[in-house]
């Protein structure tokens, strides 16, 4: 008897792909509102990723743990964990942010919809 692979399986080293990584990480980001990430802000988990960068990049590199990139990012302050001025001005403002878990991390960004900007 033969096993039948599913049509959804895939191959080990394909998911080390960084385009597969990558897709995966678009995949799962989304628009959340502030208010919803309290507890977890609460918990230490939230890193704020500054407007100018690639959240997308960012959370790659978190992904894949690379250590010199995240470094560097946090050195510059670019990245870092959510301050409590950001977080209540965020509560404050009811913001919707972008984000995305990198366990044991929620990567969040604020980037305004073109009507927040109006």
């Known amino acids: 008897m033969t096993a039948i692979t599913p049509p959804d399986a895939y191959l080990a080293e394909e998911a080390e792909s960084p385009e597969l990584i990558k897709a995966k990480i678009i995949s799962e980001t989304a628009r959340i509102n502030w208010l919803e990430l309290q507890k977890f ?16 990049e960012v959370a790659f590199a978190f992904s894949l743990d690379d250590k010199a990139t995240v470094a560097d990012l946090l050195a510059n302050g670019t990245v870092g964990r959510t301050s409590e001025q950001q977080a209540q001005q965020w509560f404050d403002n009811q913001t919707e942010l972008w984000a995305v878990v990198i366990s044991p991390w929620i990567l969040v960004q604020h980037k305004p919809l073109q009507q927040e900007l109006n």
């Open 41 to 56: 802000y609460a918990a230490g988990a939230v890193i704020t990723v500054a407007s100018e960068l690639d959240l997308i």
